[in-house]
């Protein structure tokens, strides 16, 4: 198991940028790959960027070219850049830990509190 404890997140308008990170209770650099999700009131959670041991990224097509996943293995930690934030945007964003061999899906070695993401029009 690793801890997760989510930051960074707040109140933006449309347009804007905000970063959210992500920090480890211990090294995930070669044994998970890190993904964050989100859920908005009512609606299912949703993955949409992951950042593998390797390197490399995914995105979901609602955040390509928009956000950008990212760690420092150094400081344990994962980021999330958004930019060119929408309304649509605005949910709770969770940090987790992918133990198998999918990152979107279970087993996750563990998940973040979450930290609130509101984005005005």
């Known amino acids: 198991q690793v801890q997760l404890v989510e930051s960074g997140g707040g109140s933006v308008q449309a347009g804007g940028s905000l970063r959210i990170s992500c920090a480890a209770s211990?090294?995930?650099?070669?044994?998970?790959?890190m993904v964050w999700f989100r859920q908005a009131p009512g609606k299912e959670r949703e993955g949409i960027a992951a950042?593998?041991?390797?390197?490399?990224?995914s995105y979901a097509d609602s955040v390509k070219g928009r956000f950008t996943i990212s760690k420092d293995n150094a400081k344990n930690t994962l980021y999330l850049q958004m930019d060119a934030l929408k309304p649509v945007d605005t949910a709770m964003y969770y940090c987790?830990?992918?133990?198998?061999?999918?990152?979107?899906?279970?087993?996750?070695?563990?998940w973040g509190q979450g930290t609130q993401v509101t984005v005005s029009s």
């Open positions: 950042i593998d041991w390797d390197g490399t990224t």
């Open positions: 211990a090294t995930t650099s070669n044994d998970y790959c």
């Open positions: 987790a830990a992918a133990s198998g061999a999918y990152c979107y899906t279970e087993p996750f070695a563990g």
